[in-house]
C-alpha cells in the first residue's frame, strides 16, 4: 500500500473505530465498544506508519548529504566512481 492508502484506510479505521464505540455506549455493548477500540487503534497505527516512510527518507538523505558534505571538506571529490562532466 502506498502512503496515501495507508492514510485514508488509517483514517476510515479511525472514523469507523469511533463510530463503533460510540454506538457501544449508547446500546451497553461492551463487545462494540471493544471492537470499536481496537479498530481505532488499528487506524492510528496505519496513519502512524504512512507518516514514518517519508521521515525515514528524509533522515536517509539528510545522513548522505552530510556524508557527501564531509567528503568535500576532506578535498575528496564527491563524483568518485562517476564520469566527469567537465571534460
Given at each position: ?9 488509517g483514517l476510515?479505521n479511525q ?8 454506538i457501544g455506549k ?8 471493544s ?9 492510528d497505527?496505519q496513519r ?8 525515514a527518507?528524509?533522515?536517509r ?7 557527501m558534505?564531509?567528503?568535500i571538506l576532506?578535498?575528496?571529490s564527491?563524483n ?5 562532466l567537465?571534460?
Amino acid at each position: 500500500m502506498g502512503r496515501t492508502s495507508n492514510r485514508a484506510t488509517g483514517l476510515a479505521n479511525q472514523a469507523m473505530g469511533n463510530v463503533k464505540q460510540g454506538i457501544g455506549k449508547l446500546v451497553g455493548s461492551d463487545g462494540l465498544q471493544s471492537q470499536g477500540a481496537t479498530q481505532k487503534l488499528k487506524g492510528d497505527a496505519q496513519r502512524a506508519a504512512a507518516h514514518a516512510r517519508p521521515a525515514a527518507k528524509l533522515r536517509r538523505a539528510l545522513v548522505e548529504g552530510a556524508n557527501m558534505g564531509r567528503t568535500i571538506l576532506r578535498g575528496q571529490s564527491v563524483n568518485d566512481g562517476w564520469p566527469n562532466l567537465e571534460e
